[in-house]
């Protein structure tokens, strides 16, 4: 396996932001996530969850709804405006002033026509989806208090709007009240307090669940207005509600931390006297659970603990796999860490700001496992803000360390760095082409002289870089006249090649000495999370979503044997059920056959000349190897060779000492950064 | 041989009655009970045991109401028989014989005569193998029916009979398993599995310990063993299936009920908490806690007013001796956790726990808490010794001596000296002397010593307050005593110190002698009592029955029997060895005169014998044959392994058994008011005043009086007249009348009745049988209407003019007035 020095960092305080909305898109299978930092994250589903596309947040911008209509999603917030997102070049497309104070929901219609929007102001707004924009149509019969959440019947006929104390229904039509059905208020000191309706949901055959903050989920008939049964789920609040699609499950998340399922059960079998009966209770948050969403095989939740949980829910699950276990997702599936390689300087990035810290170094060796002495610190060289209100989407530092780009949805901003012994400063190149505007994403070439910018409809700008200033070089089309936004950029160590990975799952491979697309790589079901470029052979080894690898020879513009023997054989069955993707994939340069890569739990490397596990063989075979002589450990090793050490890990690289940087972020560092949760009695205790 | 038929072993009560859940019969009236080889009867109403079905020869297994008949009920038991009783009556109507050792026994209404049975699958019931069969039970009028017809439901069923239940309307049978849970429906013919994980993340363990299923949706409840209680819903698919979790208890659940309307699950566990569910209503819950035990079962009545619960307090094994109160003549044993009961064995009832701990008992499993081991009285019923200890290891044993005084006001004892530190060991033994001048208490203990106690000793208590304190430490070579025992004058101690006796004189606490017969330890040690006192009889581990003659320090005769209990009778000669070999256990009853044993009994009981005491009578028997003497003056009562109380009963003796048995049982047809209460127990007084002095003039004021009465009681309230103008003529009419000649004809009437009743009188020579009858009379007057026919004209005519006004039963009353 060869043995690294590793920097083991833990001063990047990445603090992921709660969750406060979800939407599910059922056609494209799509999961929509709102944080509280105002950032919009668009998950596949089907596809082990990976995180397409990410669209940035703003300061003071809080996102208090989501909501999908047809493949255009929607968002509104306490700002008052409601936006729409232009998902193909992950940025916020417009934003329009619903004219009623905060916003604290919105929700639009199966059919696709309308969104309603509740407002501070005791207003429930129509809007009419148009083709490129949404047009105010008119207001609901104003009431007093705000409207806290609302739901569409799937007629579309009737709108439920959870408020203060109560639930009104009004007749879309005319835009008046049908029914006012009045919310007990707790008992005892929670008298005096008002009971916030925190959720609604609508059913098709006119019963409407509430969920509040007396801690109750109350089902009501729309016909008559009346209590039907109320289940007391919890002492705090029920946040959110989620139906399922065929309406046999109810899902609700409390301020606990619990979900708790409710179904549609016949109490006497075989016939159809179906009941609402609680069943199953989830619990996987510490904090508030601001959303769930029942999605066709599991309930997806998140809260502030800023954490997303996959809970599969086993009876709609055909054959259990990987692909349908527990999945907690704490970090994003993009590199928040660049490295310089060569000058040893790390750049984090912030939602708000970008930090460089110089790496410590130490002195002396030591016995493999053993922690080395720290003859230098590691030191922050600097903290840059960002100017605007907009946060930054991507960012990178050049191998070199020179030079430091950023990317915001409306400015792209490039930096030099003087380092001269302590003294660091940068001035900030003024001058930029006008095509360098925004990136999605940022990539230096390996010797520095370029600087990659991708752009919408999957152009990649080329842009040299040198002491007088840049240049704007050239742009990269791609042949398949895709409009997806890249997500993954890699330059080849010799600077003969780049590729891109966009959204489409596509992967473009440009000839940058002839500035002219060389190749596409054949498109795999499963998105690409990570790529590297083989500094000899010029193998594109590519990492997917679903934990396949493939390499692709970029000169012979076909999968490797060993990529076709990987194909056939097929993975260990271990390597396939790990829960989170690959971010990187780097190569040691004093063993070509070595390819290193790591997720959020592991570090591994696969050594190319070793034969391949299969199913049969133990996969985690380290300790068993230490115990065997040289000799028998030949015929147990196999090419995966898996390092656990580190754990909860964003980044790792290889920098050109030949030593390993491993960020780590500790999933317990980020837990006492959270607020306290609601305090529980423990039995017991 | 012939005699020994003559005195048999009675089983009377004590065994366990919390082996199976109890059941309330349908008009709530009774509780029945599977107890020992009988099914007891209770009444709800006035709490008392009111007789036992008795014919089963083992364990008696399950019992359930027979759904076609409320006033029915099934037993099995592990004889094999399926017997069907009229528990009203106590009548065994048939007995079903199956041929397999029986474990449960299910019904349901759905499946009319068939009844669903546990039986073992192989033959050694150490492999713990049940199968689940429905048996088809035969149609005929014969009593005894083999019943053949079997056939297998299911072959994976729990040994814990309350893993399997009926669903709704008997639809669907569900059983569970570890960690299995079965679901059988009968009209499909087909079974659905539901597994859950082996453990949980913190290690809790799931398995199943109890089901109940909803009487009226498809909804089953199981209890688990980390005290979780999940409802099961949906189980018509293997894969939709779905439960809901609840979690109160912190141990298993012991037991799980529906009530019958299904509005609420009960649950209980070894908490001693019942906690009600509200059914469909989440966690909201209930609770009655503090029930004194940890709760095995519970049942509802089908009213779903009564709830029962059968707790663990009548408990595993019972530590301290058997004793005889000698003041109340109750048998005194372990009750509740650091409680000494007294039962009463005449009636076969708890009196009061004695609470000898005085600590919180905390329930909770696997806690080491106090026990009370050994207990004492001394011979007036004054002073009562108790030893309580805690800890298994003899490391951290901690242990107290008790003395308890009677208290004659309070009439109970009261606790007078605690000693912590009695011995630096376990206490092994203690006696009180059996002089009736001053007491003593002699304690053996682990540590190579015996002590003396006695009361006052100590100069510095002060003169109101006796205390007790150490009197005398004697031990002999370092060896460890284990007996002691005083001679009946208490003039001298006997204890023995592994294979020797020794011989001490209580007044100057010199050795007198040293016995010794080995090889084998001493086990167990007597004297002999009233013209026996010169001898001591001891036995040894090595199958050896000793007796010495104290007078010449001499063995006077030995035997070789291996004997694992030996019990004197103090109000005679007599002494009891149970013998214990090959699988069953022998009694032997000798006087120590005489190396031949009065009377022997073969394989008294299977199980290994337990405890034995010998009960004096209230008043002796006059039995002069030879095989019966020996229970003239008292009774031997033993408790065996598997806390069956037994005794040797004689003819005479069950013949008054079965009638005290029979004064039990209350008439249920009058309401029990404290009006009647009053009104029946004047009554009897009556009979039993008039009776003897003139049979046959007072007779006739009975039945009259009876018709008034009933018809006071029947009428309603808001139309009888005031209570002061019925009062006077109320109280006259219980008067006796001197007017017997204006009522000729009612009189010649009763009086023929009256001699009907003398010749039953003849018959039974016992008072109770009239009681019955005048109840009987006064049921049958109580709804005139259907009883006319048997009147006669004189008495119609008679009913006719009573009836003519409303209130024309009191002129009559008024009439008879002189």
């Known amino acids: 396996m060869g043995e690294f020095k590793v920097h083991r960092v833990r001063f990047f305080d990445y603090m992921p932001s709660g969750i406060r909305a979800l939407a599910f898109n059922r056609d494209t299978e799509r999961m929509a996530v709102a944080r509280m930092d105002g950032s919009v994250e668009i998950f596949h589903c089907s596809d082990r969850f990976f995180q397409e596309k990410i669209i940035p947040g703003r300061e003071q911008c809080g996102i208090e709804g989501l909501s999908w209509v047809g493949e255009r999603l929607f968002s509104a917030g306490l700002n008052g405006g409601i936006t729409e997102y232009d998902l193909t070049n992950q940025k916020v497309k417009y934003t329009i002033d619903a004219y009623g104070g905060p916003i604290w929901t919105i929700t639009g219609n199966q059919q696709g026509t309308h969104l309603a929007v509740g407002c501070e102001d005791g207003t429930v707004k129509l809007f009419e989806v148009n083709e490129d924009k949404i047009q105010f149509e008119r207001n609901l019969d104003r009431q007093k208090s705000r409207i806290v959440s609302l739901s569409w019947h799937p007629s579309g006929s009737k709108i439920a709007a959870g408020m203060m104390d109560m639930i009104q229904i009004f007749n879309v039509e005319t835009g008046h009240s049908i029914h006012r059905m009045l919310a007990d208020r707790g008992v005892g000191t929670s008298r005096s307090k008002e009971c916030v309706v925190w959720s609604v949901v609508y059913l098709s055959d006119g019963t409407i669940v509430s969920g509040d903050s007396v801690g109750m989920v109350k089902l009501w008939d729309d016909q008559t207005g009346t209590l039907i049964k109320s289940h007391n789920v919890t002492k705090c609040d029920v946040l959110a509600l989620s139906v399922s699609q065929n309406e046999d499950s109810l899902v609700a998340g409390t301020s606990e931390g619990t979900v708790v399922q409710f179904q549609f059960v016949s109490m006497v079998l075989g016939k159809d006297d179906n009941e609402w009966v609680r069943t199953r209770t989830f619990k996987n948050h510490t904090h508030d659970i601001r959303a769930v969403a029942e999605i066709t095989t599991a309930v997806v939740s998140g809260g502030m603990d800023a954490q997303l949980v996959v809970k599969p829910l086993l009876d709609k699950i055909e054959v259990r796999s990987a692909a349908s276990a527990l999945r907690k997702i704490h970090f994003p599936h993009r590199r928040l860490v660049f490295c310089a390689r060569k000058s040893g300087l790390m750049l984090f990035q912030y939602p708000g700001h970008l930090e460089l810290w110089r790496l410590g170094e130490s002195e002396g060796k030591g016995i493999p496992g053993s922690s080395l002495f720290v003859k230098r610190n590691p030191e922050k060289l600097l903290h840059l803000k960002v100017k605007g209100e907009d946060h930054i989407r991507c960012s990178a530092v050049s191998p070199c360390g020179e030079w430091i780009v950023y990317s915001t949805a409306s400015s792209l901003r490039l930096y030099r760095l003087h380092c001269d012994n302590n003294n660091v400063s940068i001035t900030k190149i003024s001058k930029l082409p006008k095509v360098l505007s925004s990136a999605n994403q940022l990539c230096f070439s390996s010797d520095s002289s370029h600087l990659f910018s991708a752009s919408t409809q999957s152009s990649v700008h080329i842009v040299s870089l040198s002491q007088s200033g840049c240049k704007f070089v050239g742009t990269l089309k791609p042949k398949s006249g895709s409009h997806q936004a890249i997500h993954l950029l890699a330059a080849s160590e010799d600077g003969e090649w780049l590729a891109s990975a966009n959204s489409d799952h596509e992967v473009h491979i440009y000839n940058l000495q002839t500035r002219k697309a060389h190749c596409t790589v054949p498109v795999y079901s499963s998105a690409v999370t990570a790529m590297g470029i083989h500094a000899t052979t010029n193998c594109l080894f590519m990492m997917y979503a679903d934990q396949q690898m493939c390499e692709y020879s970029i000169e012979q513009k076909q999968y490797t044997d060993w990529s076709r023997t990987v194909q056939r054989k097929g993975l260990h069955r271990l390597w396939m059920e790990r829960d989170t993707p690959c971010l990187n994939v780097m190569f040691n340069p004093q063993n070509p056959s070595h390819v290193i890569l790591h997720d959020t739990y592991m570090l591994c490397i696969i050594d190319q000349s070793l034969p391949l596990p299969d199913d049969k063989t133990q996969f985690y075979n380290q300790l068993t190897l230490k115990s065997l002589t040289e000799e028998q450990r030949k015929s147990h090793s196999h090419a995966f060779k898996v390092c656990k050490t580190f754990k909860d890990i964003l980044c790792v690289e290889l920098i050109s000492d030949q030593s390993l940087v491993v960020v780590e972020r500790p999933l317990e560092d980020v837990a006492t950064q959270l607020p306290a949760p609601i305090k529980q009695k423990k039995f017991a205790t | ?818």
């Open chain 2, 1 to 818: 041989m012939v005699e020994q038929s003559e005195v048999r072993v009675v089983r009377c009560g004590g065994s366990k009655i919390n082996l199976r859940p109890p059941i309330i019969s349908t008009d709530s009236r009774f509780v029945l009970c599977a107890s020992g080889d009988s099914v007891k009867v209770y009444s709800t109403r006035t709490e008392e045991w009111l007789h036992s079905l008795q014919g089963h020869t083992n364990q008696v297994t399950g019992i359930t109401l027979n759904p076609a008949n409320h006033l029915q009920v099934y037993s099995c038991s592990a004889d094999g028989t399926v017997k069907l009783w009229d528990f009203i009556d106590g009548i065994l109507i048939k007995t079903f014989i199956i041929g397999y050792p029986l474990f449960a026994i299910y019904v349901s209404e759905k499946h009319d005569g068939i009844v669903f049975l546990h039986i073992a699958m192989d033959t050694d019931s150490k492999n713990e193998c049940f199968q689940l069969v429905a048996v088809h039970l035969p149609k005929s009028a014969e009593q005894e029916v083999e019943a053949k017809e079997l056939s297998a439901v299911s072959s994976r069923i729990s040994p814990n009979p309350s893993c399997t239940a009926f669903g709704r309307e008997g639809q669907y049978i569900a059983f569970a398993r570890h960690l299995q849970l079965n679901v059988y429906f009968f009209r499909k013919q087909k079974t659905y599995s539901f597994s859950l994980k082996a453990t949980d993340k913190k290690g809790a363990k799931n398995a199943f310990t109890c089901i109940a299923c909803h009487p009226a949706d498809d909804c089953i409840a199981t209890g688990h063993e980390d005290g979780k209680i999940r409802l099961w819903r949906n189980f018509i698919h293997t894969k939709e299936y779905t439960y809901s979790t609840q979690h109160w208890h912190h141990n298993a659940v012991n037991t799980v009920c529906f009530t019958p309307e299904g509005t609420n699950l009960l649950s209980g566990g070894i908490e001693s908490v019942l906690v009600q569910w509200q059914y469909g209503a989440g966690n909201r819950k209930e609770f009655l806690p503090r029930l004194g035990g940890s709760i095995l079962h519970v049942s509802t009545s089908s009213d779903g007013q009564l709830f029962c619960t059968s707790h663990s307090d009548n408990r595993d094994a019972v530590l301290t001796d058997l004793m005889i109160d000698p003041r109340s003549k109750a048998l005194v044993l372990n009750g509740k956790p650091g409680h000494l009961q007294f039962y009463s064995l005449l009636r076969d009832k708890h009196l009061y726990n004695l609470d000898i701990v005085q600590q919180e008992y905390i329930y909770e499993a696997g806690l080491d808490q106090f026990e009370v081991v050994k207990a004492a009285f001394d011979i007036k019923g004054y002073w009562l010794a108790t030893v309580e200890e805690r800890g298994q290891k003899s490391s951290d044993l901690e242990f107290s001596l008790k003395l308890w005084a009677y208290d004659e006001r309070t009439q109970s004892f009261v606790l007078n000296t605690t000693i912590t530190a009695a011995h630096t060991d376990r206490i092994m033994s203690m006696c009180f002397s059996s002089s009736e001048e001053t007491t003593m208490l002699v304690t053996t203990a682990e540590d190579g010593q015996f002590k003396a106690w006695c009361q006052g000793a100590d100069a510095d208590t002060q003169q109101d307050q006796n205390f007790w304190s150490c009197d005398f430490v004697g031990s002999y070579h370092n060896l460890k005593p284990t007996n002691c025992s005083f001679s009946a004058d208490s003039s001298l101690l006997a204890v023995s110190f592994q294979e020797v006796i020794t011989i001490w004189s209580p007044d100057t606490w010199e050795l007198l002698t040293t016995l010794c017969q080995p090889p084998g330890v001493v086990r167990d040690l007597c004297f002999g009592q009233l013209s026996c006192s010169k001898y001591l009889i001891a036995t040894t581990t090595r199958n050896l029955l000793c007796c010495w003659n104290l007078l010449t320090c001499a063995l006077e005769w030995s035997t070789s029997v291996e004997v694992s209990k030996l019990q004197p009778d103090p109000l005679s000669e007599n002494v009891a060895a149970f013998s214990y070999q090959s699988k069953h256990t022998d009694l032997f009853v000798f006087k120590p005169n005489e190396p031949r044993p009065l009377f022997t009994h073969k394989n008294v009981c299977s199980e290994k014998m337990h405890r034995a005491v010998f009960v004096p009578r209230e008043e002796p028997l006059n039995n002069c044959d030879e095989s019966s003497q020996w229970l003239n003056r008292s009774q031997l009562y033993f408790l065996t392994q598997n806390m069956d109380l037994l005794t040797f009963s004689t003819a005479t003796e069950e013949d008054r058994m079965l009638s005290s048995s029979k004064r039990l049982v209350i008439d249920d047809s009058v309401a029990v008011t404290p009006f009647y209460l009053l009104l029946g127990k004047h009554r009897q007084q009556q009979q039993k005043l008039n009776t003897p002095s003139h049979p046959a003039a007072d007779k006739p004021q009975q039945p009259q009086g009876s018709v008034t009465i009933t018809e006071l009681l029947h009428t309603p309230a808001h139309v009888l007249p005031a209570a002061s103008v019925l009062c006077s003529m109320f109280v006259s009419s219980l008067l006796i009348s001197n007017t017997g000649v204006r009522q000729d004809p009612l009189r010649e009437m009763e009086s023929s009745e009256q001699e009907m009743n003398s010749e039953k009188e003849e018959e039974h020579s016992e008072e109770e049988m009239e009681a019955c009858d005048s109840q009987q009379e006064l049921r049958a007057q109580g709804s005139v209407d259907e009883v006319t026919p048997k009147l006669s004209k004189a008495q119609e005519r008679e009913l006719k003019r009573v009836r003519k006004t409303d209130f024309s039963w009191m002129a009559g009353l008024i009439d008879s007035k002189p």
